[in-house]
């Protein structure tokens, strides 16, 4: 069974253009988090999916990002517009379901905004 | 809000020692807490997770303790090798929140050979 998989590995952006994260769950996982580390920081919520829905979007900045997880394919976290801030390592993390499940990890993306 | 403290921010010790790293978490209400390793510029590497009705968990060379009500995990490294140097993360599960991890800042471990 293949472990999470994110892609890009590395992604560099210059300031203004448009960044895609893209996330493959584990297989059988329909749960997805995105959590966010910025440089020198600690990892930090940004939002929870569940296929085709949203579920908790309390940690994504109010403007230019948005994710989704649709009925195939793989979750996709979107930064428009990106700015320097932006730069960080954002990880995404599955489950197969709520209420103490283990969330696995993927390897991360490190989005550089120059 | 649910807030976790890792202490000590940095540790150096010599090659063999047993070590022991602290987190703290403010909100007792979790579904579990998760131990983890980040290597520089890497991933992380879930190490142990203790669901909220248990004590304790272990792994080889690793044991972690939860004590639920005071808000307090350790993880306890026993002989510890250079290879262990990374920064080692605690992270709960909150029951209020969607079941989101939320971080420590981590613990950066250094093992002098």
């Known amino acids: 069974n293949a472990g999470v998989m994110q892609n890009p590995r590395h992604l560099v952006r210059r300031r203004g253009q448009e960044a895609r994260l893209r996330c493959s769950p584990m297989k059988g996982h329909s749960h997805v988090y995105w959590y966010r580390q910025l440089p020198e920081e600690g990892l930090k919520f940004m939002v929870y999916?569940?296929?085709?829905?949203?579920?908790?979007e309390s940690g994504m900045p109010k403007e230019r990002f948005s994710a989704e997880f649709p009925k195939e394919g793989p979750s996709i976290l979107r930064i428009q517009q990106v700015v320097r801030g932006d730069s960080a390592a954002y990880f995404c993390?599955?489950?197969?379901?709520?209420?103490?499940?283990?969330?696995?990890f993927g390897p991360g993306t490190r989005l550089t905004v120059t | 809000k649910q807030e976790v403290t890792q202490i000590p921010a940095a540790l150096s010790v010599p090659e063999g020692e047993n070590l022991v790293l602290n987190c703290s978490f403010t909100d007792s209400a979790i579904y579990n807490l998760q131990w983890f390793r980040q290597d520089p510029g890497k991933g992380l590497t879930s190490l142990l997770l203790?669901?909220?009705?248990?004590r304790e968990q272990t792994s080889g060379r690793l044991n972690a303790s939860l004590d639920k009500s005071s808000g307090r995990s350790t993880l306890y490294i026993a002989a510890s090798q250079p290879g262990d140097s990374a920064t080692y993360l605690c992270?709960?599960?909150?029951?209020?929140?969607?079941?989101?991890?939320?971080f420590g800042q981590g613990t950066r471990l250094t093992i002098n050979p």
């Open positions: 203790i669901q909220s009705s248990q």
């Open positions: 992270a709960v599960s909150v029951i209020q929140g969607a079941q989101k991890l939320v």
């Open positions: 993390a599955s489950s197969t379901g709520t209420g103490g499940y283990e969330q696995y």
């Open positions: 999916l569940q296929k085709e829905n949203i579920i908790d």
